[in-house]
């Protein structure tokens, strides 16, 4: 089990050290499940009085919450919740992984793999593929013929790639995620409603991160593209022809139409739609249930059915609660001007 000091930690995280250097830290835990031993992390005035009075050998903090936790041992850092990751992976002891072929998987003869490999339990690895070193195939999962699979990229249990789809170096695709199947296009011929076969690819650039049960479409022609460093969360549904550029934050139910395109470091919170051959610009961050349509600018905080500027959606949001109240009032004035029209056309 990872130990460390606190004066180690403020070092690796470089951290501003409250606190004396020598303490010993065993593990981290969440401030509400915190015991003897561990560090933890406060965000918010709160919280760090809680952490302050509870049994936590030290906290991860900001400055601004430094006086709140009561003289307790602190790392204090501009970014609590950054450094709080970096603290995680210091503590992270994930099982190792041996390179090898399992017994039971099934590799073909023209398959290239790298240096230290390792393949799972009954996965497939088809032809004319290639896999760069230290690549992961998990248990049960699925690489198609003649997909790239780049260095240090982790595929997870029943993972399906299919053919001819490039994943860049230190990829991660969780269990159950499929990259590269067919679009959703259809055509109605009368009452026959005839499939676009799908002859793209699909190509995720170094560091993209796919949650679990993800689906990726291929494009009808040409590449579906995410950008490098995107993370997109579980549950997500990215169709063909789409293009997300570098950096972009895809949470969880949200999904994206065919032939949309996301700039650089847009964010979508849960639940969020893009549609079809709309753009979203750089930067832009989406609230959740937002849909994007047509352009949609970026730099800004978007939200609504379709998404416009969140602070004009908030006021929509008020008045509409008012509503109720709004139409009794109307009623109301109604009821009065008939009256006064009443008694003008009596004595006119």
């Not at 230290?134 to 699979?149: E, F, K, S």
């Not at 047509?294 to 969140?310: E, I, Q």
């Not at 509409?320 to 003008?344: F, G, Y």
Request: include cysteine; glycine fraction near 12%.
């Amino acid at each position: 089990m990872a130990q460390y000091t606190l004066g180690e930690l403020a070092q690796r995280l470089d951290a501003r050290l409250h606190g004396p250097a020598e303490l010993p830290i065993r593990a981290v835990a969440g401030w509400d499940e915190a015991y003897a031993g561990v560090i933890t992390l406060a965000t918010t005035e709160r919280i760090a009085r809680e952490v302050g009075a509870g049994p936590a050998a030290a906290v991860l903090t900001s400055a601004e919450l430094l006086p709140f936790v009561d003289g307790k041992p602190a790392l204090v850092t501009a970014r609590p919740r950054l450094a709080f990751a970096r603290l995680l992976t210091l503590f992270s002891e994930r099982p190792g992984v041996r390179p090898g072929v399992h017994p039971t998987a099934v590799v073909a003869p023209d398959a290239h793999l790298g240096r230290d490999v390792s393949i799972g339990p009954y996965a497939v690895v088809d032809d004319g593929a290639r896999l760069g070193d230290r690549v992961v195939i998990g248990a049960g999962a699925y690489v198609g013929a003649g997909v790239h699979v780049g260095d240090e990229t982790r595929i997870g249990p029943h993972a399906v790639v299919y053919d001819g789809v490039v994943l860049g170096r230190r990829v991660i695709l969780q269990a159950g995620a499929v990259v590269g199947s067919d679009g959703f296009g259809y055509e109605r011929a009368g009452e026959e409603i005839v499939h676009l076969p799908h002859i793209g690819t699909v190509v995720l650039e170094d560091e993209v991160e796919i949650g679990a049960n993800t689906t990726i479409d291929r494009s009808t022609c040409g590449t579906t593209r995410l950008g490098r460093r995107t993370k997109i969360d579980n549950l997500v549904q990215i169709g063909h022809n789409v293009t997300v550029g570098a950096g972009c934050l895809i949470a969880g139910q949200s999904g994206v139409a065919g032939s949309a395109r996301l700039e650089d470091n847009v964010t979508l919170a849960g639940q969020t739609g893009v549609a079809d051959h709309a753009l979203v610009g750089q930067g832009a961050v989406i609230a959740a249930r937002g849909l994007a349509v047509g352009n949609t600018p970026g730099g800004r905080m978007l939200s609504g059915f379709p998404a416009h500027d969140h602070a004009r959606e908030l006021q929509v949001l008020a008045a509409a609660r008012k509503l109720p109240e709004l139409v009794r009032e109307i009623r109301t004035l109604r009821a009065r001007v008939a009256e006064l029209e009443a008694k003008l056309a009596s004595n006119p």
